[in-house]
């Protein structure tokens, strides 16, 4: 090793976990501290502007100024006491980041004087410079006008010494820019679209909630190796490394200890959570060497998402403070698991019934198979679509390869709802679906279990997955905004739910009994899901692919491609008729997808080029003249013998000049096929170009990585893999 990688190496060996000041209370007494919850609206606000606040917040009414002014002063005061001295208007533009301006409270007091000052108009609505931010062409430059907007149903909160206050954001002419605006839209939309056929079971259910819990994933590496890395510190990945001798193939690092510099990242940064209000529950080593995942307690759809994006960005900032950068690309290291963020997802009633999971009678247990049989038929005619919702340039590295989920949008129900829904299309349409060994009963002939607890029954190769009371959608990126693919996911359901409500009064209208009207009008639809988008077997077989294909399920691995899923007609006519976008809106985002993709290719092409000449040429010509100074010696001293002698070095210096020359060669191309890309000034045609680029760096990692295992160890010039993955 390098005395320079030695000194960087075996400094992050050294380190030792940082002390965590515990705080004095218990969490559940410091949970939300920075969260102007209702709590605090309580305290803070006067009775008719907390009440005002409420019926906004639950029941969408909109709040005249004077009340939002009186709500504004109320944070100041809240936010004042936890020395905040700005604010700023949280949003998500479409670049998979928040983004925050900042703005001082301060103002003149006309006295003469300063003081700290918010009202109502700079709570709800400002304007940022939206030029900057992706637009997909929706609003020329010259006309840089976006607003943001006051989202009241996510509670505004403190971040070190700046009040946040969640927004939408959208342009001068009323076309969103965000993902939280169409999230916020394709809730509504499930939770309007559920409410009438959950009235036919219960009537006094009132609303409908969508939930969301993720599961974010995230790999750890100590600062100090990855300022070493100008691939990890630019891209978020590797671009080149050999896989170490060692990594997961013990199965060594799943739910094993936590190391305990890891240990004290993981307490610190569930302090911080849990005072943003954030549930944070679980905390464990994953599959990969040096990978874990935190998930919270699920919760509404659009809290949910904020927190995870106030997780994203909080986790950087306290990993700091214990020697780590966070990774949350897809995939940071060849050969190893990538991260992804499951998305667990299930619909519930304001009386406190899952619809997703078995209920406590036949009625309820029918409940249950209705909403359970449209979400798979609304999963199976938008297959294409939820997989470009998680199509991104960082998550192709985990679509394309045998890890979950492959490109094929499948869902798998477990053994159990397989048999009972294929002996529900047997039986007669008021058999009554019983829970299976249920004391005292006599064994009905549909059954389902109570709770699904057989843990085995669980297809990790499966990108949706019934997972006992929830759906878990696997094929979320971890560097993805889940609002992606939960507005997708959301508004499908919802459109199944109102096809089926219109089929459903049919048969309703004919006089038939409530189970029996449900029966018959589900029935064509389980044929047809059980026949299509069910699938418990093995996704990462060929023969899957060619079956899929068969079953007219979208098969496409080429990210520029699946994006082109958003403007189908299928995928128009459900986005115009549930109001969440319009057609111009769906162009300008794809617009959006294809600019990001090629971006992020092309700055890991630049990167890839100046790593190989800058760095690994010239180490593996040092390395090569070493040998060549050996032969030569051998040469002086034993001229006609010397080739035998010299046979390895030899060897090598032949091996070295043909990985060179591969090298140099595919790079020079490489540069090329970007010159030409860059030319092309359609978006879609760029991105194809891109995606061709993106499959090359592949072809010019493997000639590098061969040189590693070659080249003396001490002349590699950065952190190898078993350097980087093996130290906490
Ligand atoms: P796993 O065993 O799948 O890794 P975890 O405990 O890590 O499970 O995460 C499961 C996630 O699913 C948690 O965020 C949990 O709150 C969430 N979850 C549980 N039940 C539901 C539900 N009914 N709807 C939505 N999310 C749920
Ligand atoms: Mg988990």
Same mark, same amino acid.
């Given at each position: 090793?390098?005395?320079?990688?030695?000194?960087?190496?075996?400094?992050?060996?050294?380190?030792?976990?940082?002390?965590?000041?515990?705080?004095?209370?218990?969490?559940?007494?410091?949970?939300?501290?920075?969260?102007?919850?209702?709590?605090?609206?309580?305290?803070?606000?006067?009775?008719?502007?907390?009440?005002?606040?409420?019926?906004?917040?639950?029941?969408?009414?909109?709040?005249?100024?004077?009340?939002?002014?009186?709500?504004?002063?109320?944070?100041?005061?809240?936010?004042?006491?936890?020395?905040?001295?700005?604010?700023?208007?949280?949003?998500?533009?479409?670049?998979?980041?928040?983004?925050?301006?900042?703005?001082?409270?301060?103002?003149?007091?006309?006295?003469?004087?300063?003081?700290?000052?918010?009202?109502?108009?700079?709570?709800?609505?400002?304007?940022?410079?939206?030029?900057?931010?992706?637009?997909?062409?929706?609003?020329?430059?010259?006309?840089?006008?976006?607003?943001?907007?006051?989202?009241?149903?996510?509670?505004?909160?403190?971040?070190?010494?700046?009040?946040?206050?969640?927004?939408?954001?959208?342009?001068?002419?009323?076309?969103?820019?965000?993902?939280?605006?169409?999230?916020?839209?394709?809730?509504?939309?499930?939770?309007?679209?559920?409410?009438?056929?959950?009235?036919?079971?219960?009537?006094?259910?009132?609303?409908?909630?969508?939930?969301?819990?993720?599961?974010?994933?995230?790999?750890?590496?100590?600062?100090?190796?990855?300022?070493?890395?100008?691939?990890?510190?630019?891209?978020?990945?590797?671009?080149?490394?050999?896989?170490?001798?060692?990594?997961?193939?013990?199965?060594?690092?799943?739910?094993?200890?936590?190391?305990?510099?890891?240990?004290?990242?993981?307490?610190?940064?569930?302090?911080?959570?849990?005072?943003?209000?954030?549930?944070?529950?679980?905390?464990?080593?994953?599959?990969?060497?040096?990978?874990?995942?935190?998930?919270?307690?699920?919760?509404?759809?659009?809290?949910?998402?904020?927190?995870?994006?106030?997780?994203?960005?909080?986790?950087?900032?306290?990993?700091?403070?214990?020697?780590?950068?966070?990774?949350?690309?897809?995939?940071?290291?060849?050969?190893?698991?990538?991260?992804?963020?499951?998305?667990?997802?299930?619909?519930?009633?304001?009386?406190?019934?899952?619809?997703?999971?078995?209920?406590?009678?036949?009625?309820?247990?029918?409940?249950?198979?209705?909403?359970?049989?449209?979400?798979?038929?609304?999963?199976?005619?938008?297959?294409?679509?939820?997989?470009?919702?998680?199509?991104?340039?960082?998550?192709?590295?985990?679509?394309?390869?045998?890890?979950?989920?492959?490109?094929?949008?499948?869902?798998?129900?477990?053994?159990?709802?397989? @048999? +009972?829904?294929?002996?529900? =299309? *047997?039986?007669?349409?008021?058999? #009554?679906?019983? %829970?299976?060994?249920? $004391?005292?009963? !006599?064994?009905?002939?549909?059954?389902?279990?109570?709770?699904?607890?057989?843990?085995?029954?669980?297809?990790?190769?499966?990108?949706?997955?019934?997972?006992?009371?929830?759906?878990?959608?696997?094929?979320?990126?971890?560097?993805?905004?889940?609002?992606?693919?939960?507005?997708?996911?959301?508004?499908?359901?919802?459109?199944?739910?109102?096809?089926?409500?219109?089929?459903?009064?049919?048969?309703?209208?004919?006089?038939?009994?409530?189970?029996?009207?449900?029966?018959?009008?589900?029935?064509?639809?389980?044929?047809?899901?059980?026949?299509?988008?069910?699938?418990?077997?093995?996704?990462?077989?060929?023969?899957?692919?060619? @079956? +899929?294909?068969?079953?007219? =399920? *979208?098969?496409?691995?080429?990210? #520029?491609?699946? %994006?082109?899923?958003? $403007?189908?007609? !299928?995928?128009?006519?459900?986005?115009?008729?549930?109001?969440?976008?319009?057609?111009?809106?769906?162009?300008?985002?794809?617009?959006?997808?294809?600019?990001?993709?090629?971006?992020?290719?092309?700055?890991?092409?630049?990167?890839?080029?100046?790593?190989?000449?800058?760095?690994?040429?010239?180490?593996?010509?040092?390395?090569?003249?070493?040998?060549?100074?050996?032969?030569?010696?051998?040469?002086?001293?034993?001229?006609?013998?010397?080739?035998?002698?010299?046979?390895?070095?030899?060897?090598?210096?032949?091996?070295?000049?043909?990985?060179?020359?591969?090298?140099?060669?595919?790079?020079?191309?490489?540069?090329?096929?970007?010159?030409?890309?860059?030319?092309?000034? *359609?978006?879609?045609?760029?991105?194809?170009?891109?995606?061709?680029?993106?499959?090359?760096?592949?072809?010019?990692?493997?000639?590098?990585?061969?040189?590693?295992?070659?080249?003396?160890?001490?002349?590699?010039?950065?952190?190898?893999?078993?350097?980087?993955?093996?130290?906490?």
């Amino acid at each position: 090793m390098s005395k320079l990688r030695f000194d960087v190496v075996q400094g992050a060996f050294k380190k030792k976990a940082v002390e965590v000041e515990a705080p004095a209370l218990r969490p559940s007494l410091y949970f939300g501290d920075l969260v102007f919850n209702r709590e605090k609206m309580r305290k803070y606000l006067d009775i008719r502007t907390y009440d005002a606040l409420i019926d906004c917040i639950d029941n969408g009414k909109p709040l005249d100024m004077e009340t939002a002014d009186k709500v504004a002063d109320g944070m100041k005061t809240w936010a004042l006491g936890h020395g905040v001295t700005h604010i700023t208007h949280w949003f998500q533009p479409l670049n998979d980041l928040t983004a925050e301006k900042h703005d001082s409270l301060l103002e003149y007091d006309q006295k003469g004087g300063m003081i700290e000052a918010f009202n109502g108009k700079s709570l709800i609505q400002q304007e940022p410079d939206a030029s900057s931010f992706p637009s997909g062409g929706l609003r020329a430059t010259f006309e840089a006008r976006g607003y943001t907007a006051w989202d009241p149903t996510s509670p505004v909160f403190i971040q070190e010494d700046t009040l946040c206050i969640p927004t939408v954001f959208f342009s001068y002419t009323g076309e969103s820019l965000d993902y939280k605006t169409p999230l916020k839209k394709a809730l509504k939309a499930v939770g309007d679209a559920a409410l009438p056929i959950c009235q036919l079971f219960d009537p006094k259910v009132r609303k409908v909630y969508s939930y969301l819990g993720w599961e974010q994933e995230y790999f750890l590496v100590d600062e100090d190796l990855f300022a070493a890395r100008p691939d990890l510190m630019l891209t978020g990945r590797t671009l080149m490394g050999h896989a170490a001798s060692k990594n997961q193939q013990l199965d060594d690092h799943y739910f094993g200890a936590i190391p305990s510099r890891v240990a004290a990242f993981m307490r610190e940064l569930e302090i911080e959570g849990h005072k943003l209000g954030i549930p944070l529950k679980t905390r464990h080593n994953e599959v990969a060497p040096n990978q874990f995942e935190l998930a919270p307690v699920y919760g509404d759809g659009n809290l949910a998402n904020d927190q995870n994006l106030m997780i994203m960005n909080t986790m950087n900032k306290v990993a700091r403070k214990h020697g780590f950068i966070v990774l949350l690309h897809e995939k940071p290291f060849d050969g190893i698991n990538g991260s992804g963020k499951h998305n667990n997802w299930s619909l519930g009633t304001d009386t406190g019934t899952p619809l997703l999971a078995p209920g406590k009678d036949a009625m309820g247990n029918l409940q249950f198979v209705t909403f359970f049989v449209n979400v798979l038929a609304a999963v199976q005619r938008h297959n294409a679509l939820l997989k470009a919702s998680i199509a991104s340039a960082t998550n192709a590295h985990r679509l394309g390869a045998n890890e979950a989920p492959p490109a094929i949008v499948s869902a798998f129900l477990g053994r159990a709802m397989t @048999e +009972a829904l294929h002996k529900l =299309l *047997d039986c007669p349409s008021d058999t #009554p679906i019983e %829970i299976a060994g249920k $004391t005292g009963k !006599s064994i009905g002939i549909v059954e389902i279990p109570q709770v699904f607890i057989d843990n085995t029954d669980r297809n990790r190769t499966s990108p949706f997955a019934f997972t006992g009371n929830r759906f878990e959608f696997r094929a979320v990126g971890s560097s993805a905004n889940c609002a992606g693919a939960m507005t997708v996911l959301n508004a499908a359901v919802a459109e199944q739910l109102l096809l089926f409500k219109k089929d459903l009064d049919k048969e309703l209208s004919t006089g038939k009994d409530l189970n029996i009207a449900v029966m018959d009008t589900l029935k064509p639809i389980i044929r047809e899901i059980l026949d299509v988008i069910c699938f418990d077997g093995n996704g990462y077989t060929p023969e899957w692919q060619r @079956e +899929a294909a068969r079953r007219g =399920l *979208d098969t496409e691995t080429s990210v #520029p491609e699946m %994006i082109k899923a958003f $403007t189908e007609p !299928s995928s128009v006519r459900l986005f115009t008729s549930l109001g969440i976008h319009t057609r111009k809106e769906l162009e300008a985002r794809n617009e959006i997808k294809w600019e990001i993709y090629s971006k992020k290719i092309q700055i890991e092409a630049r990167v890839m080029g100046r790593m190989a000449i800058n760095h690994i040429i010239p180490a593996a010509l040092t390395y090569q003249n070493l040998l060549l100074k050996n032969v030569s010696v051998m040469k002086d001293i034993d001229p006609d013998g010397y080739r035998s002698q010299a046979a390895v070095p030899l060897e090598l210096i032949g091996r070295i000049s043909t990985l060179v020359s591969d090298i140099r060669t595919k790079v020079e191309a490489m540069v090329e096929a970007r010159k030409k890309a860059n030319a092309l000034q *359609d978006e879609y045609e760029k991105a194809r170009a891109y995606h061709a680029i993106a499959e090359s760096l592949n072809t010019i990692r493997k000639p590098i990585d061969k040189l590693e295992e070659i080249v003396d160890d001490n002349l590699w010039p950065m952190p190898k893999y078993r350097e980087l993955l093996f130290i906490n």
